[in-house]
Every structure is written in structure tokens, then in C-alpha cells.
């Protein structure tokens, strides 16, 4: 007996992704980790909201509609990708004196603002001040890809900060904050890195035939399809780590004994 599935790569990526991040809404509301991580919530959300959403709409709707709609969630779930960041430095970095909390955060700025100011072509001033609705609409779109590119360089930034010197601070290698940090950093890398490979392809590809455009085109979806499979398997990391319990440190331990003892008598 043989079985045909008429499924592409993409459907299927996008059928795990989205099943993925029920289950961890599910998790995350389950094991009671919402109240500890509230935007890094609101950010699972949104992004299962665009999935369903794009499954749809696409096709049902104005093309102009469509993209006002994408564009806005775009820039929405770059804002609260900020908000996830601050919310996890302030989790593992709650300890740290203010002066030097101010130091490290201009400096992790400075070298997101750097990135993004050299990374990728910027449109010219008359197309970014046009008056009309295509322009607003670049407008956002140029602040969505922006943002999100900075909210990479920051969560790879972070993610290494916590990883050095999480531990001192209470958010060491079985903390939930570092956990879900080396996650977002994982796929951030992933990100920036597909998106730096594509670049280059695309700045020095020059098809002469139609066999060679589909080639091209190919090898771009191959790029984004694995980096689509490596966020799933981020998700699954998120899923597995936030349903176990952090170890508790030895003061709580040793609250939780007196406690015991105190029931047994």
C-alpha cells in the first residue's frame, strides 16, 4: 500500500510551527509561566496569530489590505520583541548595580545601532518622505526590518552576556531566562544568517536563462525552509524546558524542609 501526501515543504513547516506554538502556549499557561514572562507570551502569540492569519487571508483579500495588515504586525511584533529582551535582561540582570547596568546597555545599543546602520541598502530621502500610501506603507516596512534586525544583534548580545555571567546573578545554565534567551538567540543567528547568504546571492547572481532563475530562486527557498525547521526546533527547546521546574537555590530548599517539618508536626 502506498501512501500519497500532496504536501509542500512550506505547509508542512508551517502546520508544525504553528502546532509547536499552541503546545507551548499550552505550557506556558499550564505550568504557570505567564505570569513570570508576559511579553515573551504576547510575543508567541503574535507570532501564531501571523502564521494563522497568512494561512487565512492570503488570496481572500486586496493585495493593499493584505499588506497593510503583515506590515503591521510586523512592526507590533518587532516592538514587543524589544519588550521580551528587556524583560529577560531584567530577570537576569536584576542584581546588577544601576551605573553599570547603564554602561552595558549603551554599549549593547551601540553595536545593535552599528549593525543595523551598515547592514542592507537604505532608500532614498524622497521615497521615505513621498506623500501617499505606498510610502507609508515602506515607511513600515523599512522600521519593521530595522527593528527586527536590532532585536537580533540585542538578543545575540544578551544571549552571550547571560551565558557568561548569568550564573553570578541567579540565571544560570537551568534558569528558564537563560534558556529561552539561548533559544531567541539560536534562531536570531539563524535569521541574520539566511538573511546575510541571501544577500550576497542576490547582489552578484545574474541569471541568463529561465533554468537558472529557478535554481536561484530554489536554493532561496531551501534557505528559508531550514531556517523555518531550526525555529521549530527552537520551539520544542522552549516547550521541553519551561514544563520542567528551575532547581530551586539552596534557600528555598532549605524553607521548603522547614516547612515540611513543620507540617509532619
Known sequence: MHFNFNFTAIQVLWTLTFAALLVLLVVLLGRERIRRFPWFTASIVLLALRLLTSRLL???????????????????????????LVELARRAFGGVRRAQWVVNTAGTLLAAGLV???????????????????AVLRLMQLAAQKLDLA?????????????????????????????ILIGLSTAAIAQMAVQGVWQLIAMRAVPHSQVEYDRIIGLRD???????ALFVAVVVWWIVCLWMDEPRTKAEAAEVRVETRQGDA
Open 222 to 228: 531551501k534557505l528559508f525552509n531550514a531556517n523555518g
Open 116 to 134: 543595523v546602520a551598515f547592514w542592507g541598502p537604505w532608500p532614498a530621502w524622497k521615497t521615505m518622505t513621498a506623500d501617499s500610501q505606498i
Open 58 to 84: 492570503f488570496g481572500k483579500l486586496p493585495q493593499m489590505t493584505l499588506s497593510e495588515i503583515f506590515i503591521t504586525l510586523a512592526d507590533v511584533l518587532a516592538l514587543v520583541g524589544l519588550l521580551v
Open 151 to 179: 532585536v537580533n544583534v540585542l538578543t545575540v548580545e544578551l544571549g552571550l552576556l547571560v551565558v557568561l555571567f548569568g550564573r553570578r546573578y541567579g540565571a544560570g545554565w537551568r534558569s528558564h531566562t537563560q534558556r
